[in-house]
């Protein structure tokens, strides 16, 4: 892991640029840390420059709390290097919305379960460097989407402790199995009205989930509008679990 | 409204039982209140001494986040006159539990529409009284079962301006019609796992509220299991709307 810039925002925070290997990431830090920090994971759905103010925002309220935030750009996402077989199931997915004719399970394996395969082991070997930081001590939590990277983490790796989840579509049929292995507690922001989203399918993944500790909650407000109280809700979560 | 008797509990709130014609209740109000507190009305199924722990658990809840709290026991409920209609129902919704087959929905309105009926004329007469004490100013929550009672107070009383709902079974089909009436801020609770509860239902229900304002948070736990955590929220909806 290599910090590239480093810059102190007015709140305090220390944000830092990094790349691990060919992955840009970036790091966000407590201002007044006495303590190594507990850790949040941020998932968003590709594209760190264009995500940066909502990322930004949401890593300022984890500082705020005292959580040190990291976020990595996704396989294929940003400068990233696309994959032609990615590329190819993303045209697939945009020609059968604007057809109006369901989109194929078939679609949404191949467009999601390679990106899978790809972000989890980055994300793991991103958690590797970020613990050996002396100003980051563990636990660890993962927030965001995607909630299919988001559910093999949680399987996969133990040093996850808690995952707040946006409920998004286009979940692979894999990833209703693996929910049934999922024993972390967990959070679920479910956006009620969000006309994009397969509120059903939402509902069946919940369901799913092998933890004891599960709570859904769902809003109103369409698909960007959660709103303020709820995070705040997903802030207590983590303080719940990982303080 | 006539107080019956008066006892000030260990956190300073004062407990007084009253009665308004035959209707017995009971007002919980801050120990150290400087100005007219808001008011929750607290609904539960019925049987004010049975449940009494419970709701002076939540009334003391109430109080030390500034909120007088009130309830009053059903129609039929405890001590007061049972409906032979009533009893009529509860025994066929009893029988029908018994041999496994669905419940008719017929039976369910005619177990708690009548209920309706008579009970919401009594809590509106019971907010009468209440609000013309000099120690409650309003404004008015409702927070508890049964959900119908909640939703027909939701719609015709407008001196209630938020709602927090317990999602039961039982709802008559007209609840789910009066549901789109209905456009203050909700806050609904549903037991995930609660294996007497219809989640069906209880989802149904909450797209059918017409309020721009909802939220939906389901828990796991079971029956009576909502967790500290989520009554944490529920008064967290409250405080937001109605101070």
């Known amino acids: 892991m290599r910090f590239t810039s480093e810059q102190r925002l007015d709140d305090g925070v220390l944000e830092r640029e990094f790349t691990l290997g060919e992955i840009p990431g970036i790091l966000w830090t407590p201002g007044s840390a006495s303590a190594p920090a507990p850790l949040i994971l941020l998932g968003h759905p590709g594209g760190l420059h264009k995500m940066y103010p909502r990322l930004a925002a949401r890593a300022r309220h984890c500082a705020a709390e005292g959580f ?5 750009e996704l396989p294929g996402g940003g ?108 959070h679920v922001l479910l956006q009620w009205d969000d006309e994009g989203n397969d509120r059903q399918a939402a509902l069946d993944l919940f369901d799913a989930f092998g933890s004891k500790e599960k709570t859904l909650q769902a809003n109103m407000g ?14 207590r979560f983590f303080t719940r679990h990982l303080k």
């Open 68 to 72: 040190a935030a990291a976020t990595i």
């Open 79 to 186: 400068d990233r290097p696309r994959s032609a077989a990615a590329e190819q199931a993303r045209a697939d997915l945009h020609r059968a919305l604007e057809t109006g004719v369901p989109v194929d399970d078939e679609i949404v394996d191949r467009l999601v379960l390679p990106l899978v395969e790809k972000a989890v082991p980055e994300w793991r070997a991103t958690l590797d460097a970020l613990l050996s930081l002396p100003e980051i001590g563990g636990p660890v939590g993962y927030a965001g989407g995607v909630i299919a990277i988001g559910v093999r983490l949680a399987v996969v790796e133990p040093r996850i402790s808690a995952a707040g989840l946006f409920a998004g579509s286009y979940v692979p049929r894999a990833t209703f199995e693996e929910a049934r292995e999922v024993t972390i507690p967990l």
């Open 222 to 235: 369409g698909h960007t509008g959660v709103p303020q109280f709820a995070g705040e809700d997903a802030h």
